[in-house]
């Protein structure tokens, strides 16, 4: 009996992190494919479809391959498929592809301010691991305003949820 045309043997996909930046790249294996066939490594997500590699299988129906994530590639949630040769999906991962990292080129270039932007404000909105300080009041009638506001809101909660309790009709003999 001949095997249909449209079935494949599902695949698993192994990488070593499911996070990854867009230029990296990227180790992929491939085990319980086809045996000496060929898959097709993409990504998809919000942007589009974004093919990586074709990758034949060995005997075995495996593969190990190295493929380069598109430097342009938006950060964000994307599947990695494996798709046979007629575009079925033999596989697939749920991965994380982040910014791409810095180079000491770009590095470099981030040092010296884009047209009407002053470097204090470039370098405000790049992202960093530092926690963010946030100015406190340290005003007594401030504190003593808030707290008395709190509670305000607080009691106007407690009226609001108070049964109310209405008249019951007299009976009528």
Do not use: W
């Not at 981030?110 to 530092?130: L, V």
């Amino acid at each position: 009996t001949a095997t249909p045309a449209s079935a494949h043997d599902k695949g698993t996909l192994k990488l070593a992190s499911r996070t990854f930046a867009a230029g990296d790249s990227l180790p992929v294996a491939g085990t319980r494919f086809s045996p000496r066939d060929e898959v097709t490594l993409a990504l998809v997500g919000a942007s589009g479809h974004h093919a990586l590699a074709d990758v034949p299988t060995d005997s075995a129906g495996g593969f190990k391959r190295v493929v380069l994530v598109p430097a342009t590639l938006a950060a964000g949630r994307y599947r990695l498929i494996a798709e046979a040769l007629d575009g079925d999906e033999v596989a697939s991962l749920d991965v994380m592809v982040t910014p791409p990292m810095v180079s000491a080129g770009a590095t470099a270039a981030m040092n010296h301010p884009m047209p009407g932007m002053d470097h204090g404000t470039m370098q405000s909105s790049m992202p960093t691991a530092a926690p963010v300080a946030l100015a406190r009041a340290r005003s007594a009638p401030v504190t003593i305003t808030a707290i008395i506001l709190a509670l305000a809101c607080i009691a106007a909660g407690a009226a609001l949820l108070r049964p109310v309790r209405h008249p019951r009709p007299e009976s009528q003999s």
